[in-house]
């Protein structure tokens, strides 16, 4: 069964950092490309960065520079490191596995971004 279990949100000052976590079960983790979202309130959810089964790493602009996507093959686990965060980055944030039958989705974990 494929899951996917999305944490380390929470409320973070302007110029803070947070890492988030998305931990994967009932698949390999580097065998597929995995991507985070964001949702932020009132908004349609955005892409924002990918991390391709070749290593390979893909940013949206408005992150580019600031936030880092990684995997942890050991733990079977998708990373976001965010940096110097900003009152845009809140949002609720979703990794999402799109695998060969099926697109899955973890349950998001809230980002606040305020002083």
């Known amino acids: 069964q494929v899951q996917l279990v999305e944490s380390g949100g929470g409320l973070v000052q302007p110029g803070g950092s947070l890492r988030l976590s998305c931990a994967a079960s009932?698949?390999?983790?580097?065998?597929?490309?995995m991507r985070w979202y964001r949702q932020a309130p009132g908004k349609e959810r955005e892409w924002v960065a990918s991390?391709?089964?070749?290593?390979?790493?893909h940013y949206a602009d408005s992150v580019k520079g600031r936030f880092i996507i990684s995997g942890d093959s050991a733990k079977n686990t998708l990373y976001l490191r965010m940096e110097n965060l900003n009152s845009e980055d809140t949002a609720v944030y979703y990794c999402?596995?799109?695998?060969?039958?099926?697109?899955?989705w973890g349950q998001g974990t809230q980002v606040t971004v305020s002083s």
């Open positions: 999402n596995a799109m695998l060969t039958l099926a697109t899955y």
């Open positions: 009932g698949f390999i983790l580097d065998d597929y490309t």
């Open positions: 991390l391709i089964s070749n290593g390979k790493t």
